[in-house]
């Protein structure tokens, strides 16, 4: 699946889906198969110097918003260095790796147990305190000494991310340098970070987040495999909306 990094969110999910669609029916009439492929999705990590294709969001979302379709998003891009002298292209034991990922996610689901990356659901504030809740199938860890990836998303200048901690299995805690935020802003995990200093080889989008789910790669050894949290972006709710 591709989309040009200019499409909005909702234009490239009704690209997918369409494609992904007519992918399906033509490989289940080829093939004579009576059930429709599984549909694998690795989310992009957007380029070196900046993480704001919308397509990024869209793939995050594919399995949930094509229930229709046999589909699974098997890991974030972000996590992995890229090809020295690319945009975007990851480097080749970045590929082996995620490949390695997506093969296990297609096993599990075959043996009828689910595979999913943790996905930010929901965002709320009260103060200077966002609770950012999650899907997740294990918990949810912050990896130590990475910067952790969520930015306010707003017209206007927005508040300081200052501290972020895992209270429980599913929500993350943030606190902010101030309780003033404009109307409209949205919170976004490892989504729509730009930079004139390259990471060190990796995309300018970047995140620290996990679950508890961890296992020995076998096509690169030494390295471990984990399921890191899915880029995303989701309104900023006011909490005394609900109180």
């Known amino acids: ?26 490989l289940t ?19 070196r110097h900046n993480g704001r294709s919308e397509n990024i969001l869209a793939e995050g979302r594919f399995d949930l918003e094509n229930p229709t379709l046999s589909a699974i998003v098997s890991t974030p891009a972000y996590p992995w260095e ?48 966002v609770k950012v809740h999650f899907s997740s199938l294990d918990g949810l860890h912050l990896i130590e000494g990475r910067p952790h990836g969520f930015r306010l998303e707003s017209a206007e200048p927005a508040p300081r991310i200052v501290a972020v901690e895992v209270v429980s299995d599913n929500q993350v805690r943030l606190e902010l340098d101030a309780e003033s935020v404009g109307k409209g802003v949205q919170l976004a995990y490892a989504w729509g970070h730009e930079t004139t200093n390259p990471n060190e080889g990796y995309s300018a989008n970047h995140g620290a987040l996990r679950d508890g789910w ?18 995303g972006r989701v309104p ?8």
């Open 1 to 26: 699946l591709a989309g040009s990094p200019q499409m909005t969110q909702y234009d490239a999910a009704a690209h997918y889906a369409e494609t992904a669609k007519r992918l399906a029916h033509d």
């Open 29 to 47: 009439v080829i093939t004579g198969q009576s059930a429709p492929p599984l549909i694998v999705v690795t989310q992009g990590a957007g380029f």
């Open 82 to 129: 890229l090809m020295e002298g690319t945009r975007a292209s990851p480097s080749p034991k970045a590929a082996l790796i995620m490949d390695e990922l997506s093969a296990l996610a297609v096993a599990e689901r075959q043996c009828n147990r689910p595979w999913h990356c943790p996905a930010m659901q929901l965002a709320m504030i009260s103060g200077r305190v």
């Open 214 to 231: 961890s296992q020995p790669s076998i096509a690169v050894p030494g390295e471990t495999l984990y399921r890191y949290a899915l880029s």
């Open 236 to 243: 900023l709710i006011r909490r005394d909306c609900y109180d």
